[in-house]
């Protein structure tokens, strides 16, 4: 028997929902990676959630998660930042960029589960969770993809968001680098697109 509760199920098979939607694509996520028995697991997830419940679940999410992202930037970010740094002109870009990223690590980390959880909760509904029936390995499934959403989370709020404050505050030239960056991401795209439409001739 899997420990998992229903509104865990419901909100693992609103993002395996989304998850196989960019596997039938032919398409992955660095990061995002699955076993061919956890794949089948999510397809079977995802089955009883329509097209348009799964689309009105991304905006409802959307709404949610802007909401809970506005009050921490007026609630959390915005005092803190007045009392640490009363004068703007004297604020060491350094500081200032890891309070930012900070508060994002709080707001993405705590918001996006909750939005998640609403999300699913209001859009899945009875008729959603009683489609639903949990199995073992569930719970480490739900697991797994909560650790991938939070390393990437961390890459993010950790690296990225800092970075780009730091090259805007000190005004560095990053043409070549950005230049880098952008034929990576196109070498990655690639990649998972090859990898997807292999993954779809050995099926």
């Known amino acids: 028997m899997s420990g998992i509760t229903g509104g865990a199920l419901a909100r693992l098979a609103f993002w395996a929902k989304g998850m196989v939607s960019i596997n039938d694509a032919r398409m992955e996520w660095p990061g ?21 419940t799964y689309q009105l679940f991304t905006i409802v999410n959307a709404v949610i998660f802007i909401v809970i992202a506005a009050i921490g930037i007026f609630g959390v970010f915005l005092p803190l930042a007045t009392v640490l740094f009363p004068v703007p002109a004297e604020t060491s870009a350094l500081k200032f960029s890891l309070l930012l990223a900070a508060c994002a690590f709080l707001i993405i980390g705590l918001g996006l589960p909750i939005s998640m959880r609403l999300s699913a909760m209001l859009v899945g509904g009875k008729t959603v969770r009683e489609a639903l029936v949990s199995r073992a390995g569930d719970e480490a499934l739900s697991s797994k993809v909560s ?54 001739r050995k099926s």
Do not use: H
């Not at 995002?32 to 097209?51: D, H, K, T």
């Not at 650790?147 to 990225?160: D, E, K, P, T, Y």
């Open 32 to 52: 995002f990676s699955y076993s061919e028995a956890e794949w089948a697991r999510m397809r079977a997830l995802s089955e009883p959630i329509g097209a348009g």
């Open 147 to 200: 650790w991938q959403i939070n390393r990437i989370m961390l890459i993010m709020c950790g690296l990225l968001v800092p970075g780009i404050l730091l090259f805007i505050a000190y005004d560095i030239q990053a043409g070549p680098i950005v230049m880098a960056l952008k034929w990576l991401a196109i070498a990655l795209m690639a990649v998972s697109t090859a990898t997807g439409i292999a993954r779809q």
